[in-house]
T-cell receptor, first 114, second 115 residues
Framework: AQSVSQHNHHVILSEAASLELGCNYSYGGTVNLFWYVQYPGQHLQLLLKYFSGDPLVKGIKGFEAEFIKSKFSFNLRKPSVQWSDTAEYFC????????????WGLGTSLAVNP | SQTIHQWPATLVQPVGSPLSLECTVE??????LYWYRQAAGRGLQLLFYSVGIGQISSEVPQNLSASRPQDRQFILSSKKLLLSDSGFYLCAWGQGEQGLTGELFFGEGSRLTVL
């Protein structure tokens, strides 16, 4: 069965620190990959996505993620975090094809201290 | 542009009482609609999805039901709430089953507390 694993449940950083949130999935075929973010008091929203092409994708607010097919990974990165990046981050994976469901990781709670 | 709204935002209900959470989408037609439950440390659990009016698929057996009386309206209901129904419920829409691409757009969420 498909699954998504986010390595860190809680991350605490100081402003200007670099961020990398791990995401690994188990699925042998073609996948669509997502990072969603939920800021405090706001709705869950798409941060970035990968469907095909360049495995390094850019998202909003300076975030990027790299798809490494051989490692089944889609880690989220940001060179310098800000206090406003404090949020819950979810990795999600969907296998190619209409009958494939979106599988979610358990989420990583990021707290950035000013 | 498309928008999605769900209400109420917060609800406190006694055990055994009924429930109705409503979600509406604007700016798109024939969307696929989803109800998720989000629990701390447990990610998002898909409860129901609908590909059209009157078409409901249930993902997990539970005390809840869903209905889609209109193209852009999705309702989550219960006849008798249990304590375990407490949680944060999210409505979402996308294109295609589970989103053809997987990209979903979420409402603001409804926090239900059952006492």
């Amino acid at each position: 069965a498909q699954s998504v694993s986010q390595h860190n449940h809680h991350v605490i950083l100081s402003e200007a620190a670099s961020l990398e949130l791990g995401c690994n999935y188990s699925y042998g075929g073609t996948v669509n990959l997502f990072w969603y973010v939920q800021y405090p008091g706001q709705h869950l929203q798409l941060l970035l996505k990968y469907f095909s092409g360049d495995p390094l994708v850019k998202g909003i607010k300076g975030f990027e993620a790299e798809f490494i097919k051989s490692k089944f990974s889609f880690n989220l990165r940001k060179p310098s975090v800000q206090w406003s990046d404090t949020a819950e981050y979810f990795c999600a994976v969907k296998g190619a094809g209409n009958n494939r469901k979106l599988i979610w990781g358990l989420g990583t709670s990021l707290a950035v201290n000013p | 542009s498309q928008t999605i709204h769900q209400w109420p935002a917060t609800l406190v209900q006694p055990v055994g009482s009924p429930l109705s959470l409503e979600c509406t989408v604007e700016g798109t037609s024939n969307p696929n609609l989803y109800w998720y439950r989000q629990a701390a440390g447990r990610g998002l659990q898909l409860l129901f999805y609908s590909v059209g009016i009157g078409q409901i698929s249930s993902e997990v057996p539970q005390n809840l039901s869903a209905s889609r009386p209109q193209d852009r309206q999705f309702i989550l209901s219960s006849k008798k709430l249990l304590l375990s129904d407490s949680g944060f419920y999210l409505c979402a829409w996308g294109q295609g089953e589970q989103g053809l691409t997987g990209e979903l757009f979420f409402g603001e969420g409804s926090r239900l507390t059952v006492l």
